[in-house]
C-alpha cells in the first residue's frame, strides 16, 4: 500500500458533512427526508469529491447500482459530482 500524505483540512470537511447527513437523517420526518432529498445527495457527493484524492479506481466499489448494472470507477462517480 503506497504511503498518501493526508490533508486534514478536506478529511474534517468530509467529516462535518457526514455528520450533517446523519443528524438529517434521525432529526427529520420521512416526509421531510424525501424533500431534502437532493441536499443529501449533494452533501454526500461533497463528501466523495473532499475525499477523492484518497481513493483509486481499485478501492472503489464496483456495481454500486446493481440494478443498473452501472460499473462504477472513481471518474464515473466523481466527476460529474465536482460541479456540486
Known amino acids: 500500500m503506497k504511503k498518501i500524505e493526508v490533508n486534514k483540512e478536506l478529511i474534517v ?3 462535518d458533512e457526514a455528520e450533517e447527513i446523519v443528524t438529517s437523517i434521525l432529526e427529520l420526518t ?3 427526508l424525501v424533500k ?3 441536499t ?6 461533497r463528501i466523495m469529491n473532499h475525499l477523492n484524492s ?5 478501492d ?3 456495481n454500486v447500482q446493481p440494478q443498473e448494472e452501472i460499473k462504477a470507477t472513481k471518474a464515473t462517480l ?3 459530482l465536482s460541479k456540486l
Open 13 to 15: 470537511k468530509a467529516w
Open 30 to 32: 420521512d416526509e421531510e
Open 36 to 38: 431534502c432529498k437532493q
Open 40 to 45: 443529501i445527495i449533494s452533501r454526500a457527493a
Open 54 to 58: 484518497y481513493v483509486d479506481d481499485e
Open 60 to 62: 472503489v466499489v464496483h
Open 78 to 80: 466523481v466527476s460529474p
